[in-house]
Nanobody
Framework: QVQLVESGGGLVQAGGSLRLSCAAS????????MGWFRQAPGKEREFVAA????????KYADSVKGRFTISRDGAKNTVYLEMSSLSPGDTAVYYC????????????????????WGQGTQVTVTS
């Protein structure tokens, strides 16, 4: 099992930036996928971005492509989500998740494919 703790959420004005962090405890294997999801009030959880722990290959939702960057630091066992050009539509609770299933080079984008989740961190973007 991988335990995940997110941090870095907060209140930011539209057009601003934030960096979310997700610290993972436990052994991280190269085929794991780390993902970020978000859930806005009254909406379903949606995929944001994912990264292969070993290869570093990434996948993004169309809504954040070009604005968000996912990365990982193996030495710190931490995944980051750099968010820029934020808009009120990005307001949500952001969750870090880990998939310990081998998907090869594919980054899963469905929440059910991830077995370990953090507690979430709130991001609020004001206009």
């Amino acid at each position: 099992q991988v335990q995940l703790v997110e941090s870095g959420g907060g209140l930011v004005q539209a057009g601003g930036s934030l960096r979310l962090s997700c610290a993972a405890s436990g052994r991280m294997l190269s085929y794991y996928t780390m993902g970020w999801f978000r859930q806005a009030p009254g909406k379903e959880r949606e995929f944001v971005a994912a990264i292969k722990w070993g290869a570093g290959s990434t996948k993004y939702a169309d809504s954040v492509k070009g604005r968000f960057t996912i990365s990982r630091d193996g030495a710190k066992n931490t995944v980051y989500l750099e968010m820029s050009s934020l808009s009120p539509g990005d307001t949500a609770v952001y969750y870090c998740a880990a998939s310990r299933t081998s998907y090869g080079s594919y980054c899963p984008t469905t929440g059910n494919d991830y077995g370990d989740w953090g507690q979430g961190t709130q991001v609020t973007v004001t206009s």
